[in-house]
Structure formats: structure tokens, C-alpha cells
């Protein structure tokens, strides 16, 4: 929950700060039938963003597509912020195209992590409206310090390339730093095996099975699950707080009762578990 706060903190604030001196460039002195193709724009690249995030989720059988629309929503939020000072840089180049790029990225970033933000909830019923005003704090938090930020460089140095190029460059190193180190793909990792998605279940489901079916204990059928999703020890050291010699104690007693002798002979027995 930090982590996915601080993620759309950054992030909306990189996007508003970038916004608001799109704003100034003539975005906000648009005819209507210009505002109009703005916001058109803009509306079709979220559209199908949108789309394309919930297909790859719905339809991912791991998490690399989980990781790569994670990762094409940051290059196109980078996007929508180096392409800050080319109307300046190139007075012919309109400053619709960009704004659009800029207003489409955050939508699909909003989306996307929003979807998470709803699984988190949906698992830790407990602490769902906690979780919900934290992150909705954030990521109300976040653009309103960007917008301070744009109108104060413009009140100060008004607007030029050379006030352009310092925001464009904090934002950008804004971003770099929400994906890179606050929200990673590690981090996106985890947030998806929360999100209960079908084949989850079905695997839990199997594990489920194979834990009743030899008599496992509690503590002898978490350390399983994890085992059986490939994780090594020290990921289960540090998951369940246990020492390395308790945890390949237990490990020993599993391969035990279900008569293995490897981990991939547990994966492949799970696997094998509705047959």
C-alpha cells in the first residue's frame, strides 16, 4: 500500500507539472474545435490503452504481460513528458499532439493502477477503506504539489525553453524514480499474485488438494504453495519470518509425506492434481 501510494504521488505529480505548462503553451487559448481534437485524441489513446491493459491481464497466463503494459505505460508517460519543450524548441510543432500524449498516458497509468488498488481492496477486506483514502490521498496529493510547482515557475521565469527544460528533466527523473525504485517490477509481481485471478484460483485450488489429500499441517502448507510457485528459501525466510534451518526442517517433512525428492517433483505433482 506505501509503495503503490507513493507510485501515483510521483507519478501525478511529473504529469501535472508537465500539464501545466502544456496548458500555457495554448492549450488553454484553444478554439473549441481544437480543444475538441485534443481531448479526442487524447480519449482514443486512453481508450485503447485501457483495452489493451484489461485484455493483457484478463488473458496473461504469467506475469510478463502484467510487466510489459507496466512497461509501456512508462514509456509513454516518459513520452508525454520529454515532448514538453518541442513546441518551444520548434515553434511550427503544435502542442496538441503532446498534451494528448500527456493527458493519455495518466488516464492509462490511473487505470492501471486503480485495478490493483481494487484487488489489494478485494484481499485485505479489513483494511479496504484504509487503503482506498491512503491512495486516493496520494493521488490527489500528488498533482495538486505538480501544479504549485508549474504556476510558481511560470509566476517566477514565465515560460520559456529554459524554464521547459528544468521540469521537463525533474519530471522525468520523477518517473524514473516511481518506476525504478518505489514500484518495480518486483513490486508489480506481488501486487499481481494478490489480484485473484482464475488461474490463481485453480492452482490454490490444487494445492489445496494435494495438502488434504497428505495430511499436511498449516505451517507444512504455506511453506508448499510457495515452493510449489517456484520461490527458493530465503524468499520463504523472508515471506514467513522463519529461520533457514526451520524452514528446510519443514521442507524435509514435505518431501517426506508426499514422497519426493525435489522441488520440481512437487511442481509437477501439484500440476498433476485434478488428474
Known amino acids: 500500500m506505501t509503495k503503490l501510494s507513493l507510485a501515483s504521488f510521483l507519478v501525478g505529480f511529473a504529469n501535472e507539472a508537465t500539464r501545466t505548462l502544456y496548458v500555457q503553451m495554448g492549450v488553454a487559448n484553444s478554439s473549441g474545435a481544437s480543444y475538441a481534437f485534443i481531448q479526442a485524441i487524447a480519449a482514443f489513446v486512453a481508450t485503447s490503452g485501457i483495452v489493451a491493459i484489461a485484455l493483457a491481464l484478463l488473458g496473461s497466463k504469467t506475469e510478463h504481460m502484467a510487466k510489459n503494459a507496466y512497461h509501456a505505460l512508462v514509456v509513454l508517460l516518459m513520452a508525454g513528458t520529454l515532448l514538453l519543450p518541442l513546441p518551444l524548441v520548434y515553434p511550427h510543432v503544435s502542442v496538441h499532439i503532446p498534451y494528448a500524449v500527456n493527458a493519455a498516458s495518466y488516464t492509462c497509468f490511473g487505470m492501471f493502477m486503480w485495478i490493483i488498488v481494487a484487488g489489494v481492496c478485494g484481499r485485505y477486506r479489513h483494511a479496504k477503506v484504509r487503503t482506498f483514502g491512503i491512495v486516493r490521498a496520494a493521488w490527489a496529493l500528488g498533482p495538486l504539489l505538480g501544479l504549485l510547482l508549474g504556476r510558481f515557475v511560470l509566476h517566477r521565469a514565465g515560460l520559456s525553453v529554459e524554464t521547459a527544460f528544468p521540469v521537463m528533466l525533474l519530471a522525468a527523473a520523477v518517473l524514473l524514480l516511481a518506476s525504478n525504485a518505489v514500484f518495480t517490477e518486483s513490486d508489480l509481481v506481488k501486487a499481481m499474485d494478490i489480484i485473484p485471478l482464475a488461474r490463481k484460483r485453480r492452482f490454490r485450488a490444487k494445492c489445496m488438494r494435494v495438502i488434504e489429500r497428505y495430511g499436511l499441517s498449516e505451517r507444512e502448507g504455506e511453506i508448499m504453495i510457495m515452493l510449489a510457485k517456484g520461490r527458493n528459501l ?39 492434481a485434478e488428474e
Open 234 to 272: 530465503p524468499y520463504v525466510q523472508e515471506h514467513l519470518y522463519l529461520s533457514r534451518s526451520t524452514v528446510s526442517t519443514h521442507r524435509q517433512h514435505i518431501y517426506q509425506k508426499l514422497e519426493i525428492h525435489s522441488q520440481q517433483e512437487l511442481m509437477n505433482l501439484v500440476e498433476r
